[in-house]
């Protein structure tokens, strides 16, 4: 059964059946005129309950009292000083920042955004100090980083390689395209994947 058309879907059930991509999702909200905020589960139920025609109440995230900081993260002179501000971006010159600090093999991964997300106040010494933690603990083979629901792509592909540790990226990609083509909702990794 090859996977149909967003735009040709008449149920939320149907709809749930299917891996979309976020920015599909984001896509057809616009079609229907429907919010896409939140995460791509928020939103696919949103969308679910509008081809239900079930009517959705959209939380808003509270007013925050705080100002946004003007701090410019793109084109700011950083130090270890630096005081993460509520304006946090990963920028290219946060990148170059990073790679100074904690060398080339430096890179964005999502419990280090998690942190700079929750950590104001704190300074990008703290952040270095964080990546380096990261780095370490990652050296552990029984550590596992959270991966968040959202992101079924990195939770697949890190479930499959643990399970086949002989598997190339690639081998992986290529189970994870064809499992993402099913019509099962949730896309999770389990032992008959190697069948498809």
Known sequence: MERPNITDIKTGEELKRWYWLKQEL???????NVSSAGSKFEILDRIANKLDKVETIISEPPISKEQKS????HSEML?????????????????????QHCGV???FSIPLMTFMKNNCGKTLQDAINEWQMLTKLSKDKNFKSNIPEGNQFN????????????MTIEKARYFWKLKRSLPLGRHFYEKYDLNL
């Open 155 to 166: 939770k697949y592909i890190r479930d499959i390689l643990a399970d086949n540790p002989d």
């Open 79 to 99: 130090s270890p000083d630096t005081v993460i501000t509520n304006s946090y971006k990963n920028t290219q010159n946060v990148r170059r920042f990073f790679i």
């Open 105 to 107: 093999k430096f890179h």
């Open 26 to 32: 984001a896509d057809y909200c616009k079609l229907k």
């Open 70 to 73: 003007k701090f410019d993260w």
